[in-house]
């Protein structure tokens, strides 16, 4: 590459929970540049989560946390062309590019759902996702399991 890698920007904790990595949510989750918006959909979002899961003895951050870790793919596949034959060549995927895909499909299948509001979708897909069903949840076991069917063809790494 002639040029260097740009600078990682480091996001601000947001106001509520105090944590970067709902600010990088939020960011994906925004359109057309309305994070207030984005904003309230998550908090309201995290209040219904509240509401529905009071038995369970976590705070909806950690379960919104928890959902993320059960979507968040280890491995994916990339094309790679070998002598005429296009391969699916698995892959590890990045730490970074882990969060941004787990949080990516986690927004993506929330918009798809069927629902009121944004953030009774939203909160719809991230219980789902907690526990282990849901769009979100199925891309992932779909992604492992092209992974391991083209196993054969992880020597043309690149």
Known sequence: MRKSKPKKRILLPDPRFNDPLVTRFVNNLMEAGKKPLAFRIF????????????????TPLEIWKKALENITPQVEVKSRRVGGATFQVPLEVRPDRKISLSMKNLILFARKRSGHSMSEKLAAEIIAAYNQEGGAFKRKEDMHRMAEANKAFAHFRF
């Open 43 to 58: 908090y309201d979002a995290m209040d219904l989560i509240g509401e529905k899961m009071k038995d369970a003895e976590l």
